[in-house]
């Protein structure tokens, strides 16, 4: 399974982003995507996460009710609508993929449960 990223940029505070995530292969090999971000000096972190089986989804707190994750099986791919944008929303997000990890409201989820990652995208929010 191969992932790209697109749709990052420099937005201001307050504004909206959309990140895609296009997936090269079969659907049968990955069953989560989820979004992840990494700003400077921090460690990665899960943002949002959707499966592919039933369509639930979940969401670090602090996106809640800002971010909304989307899939859209016919093109392939996981779409992460990003509104109300604050500076420390700034990173590079990344779009992972497995074929075994469930997404659940449990907690954010670990970079360790995916194994299938894109490149990144840059998300620069100005205050």
């Known amino acids: 399974v191969q992932l790209v990223e697109s749709g990052g940029g420099l937005v201001q505070s307050g504004g909206s982003l959309r990140l895609s995530c296009v997936i090269s292969g079969s659907s049968l090999e990955y069953h989560a995507v989820g979004w992840f971000r990494q700003a400077p000096g921090k460690e990665r972190e899960g943002v949002s996460c959707?499966?592919?089986?039933?369509?639930?989804?979940s969401y670090e707190d602090s996106v809640k009710g800002r971010f909304t994750i989307s899939r859209d099986a016919a093109k392939n791919t996981v779409d992460l609508q990003m509104n109300s944008l604050k500076p420390e929303d700034t990173a590079v997000y990344f779009c992972?993929?497995?074929?075994?990890?469930?997404?659940?409201?449990?907690?954010?989820?670990?970079?360790?449960?995916?194994?299938?990652w894109g490149r990144g995208t840059q998300v620069t929010v100005s205050s």
């Open positions: 959707i499966n592919s089986s039933d369509g639930t989804t």
């Open positions: 992972a993929a497995d074929p075994d990890f469930y997404c659940s409201d449990s907690g954010p989820d670990s970079p360790a449960d995916f194994t299938s």
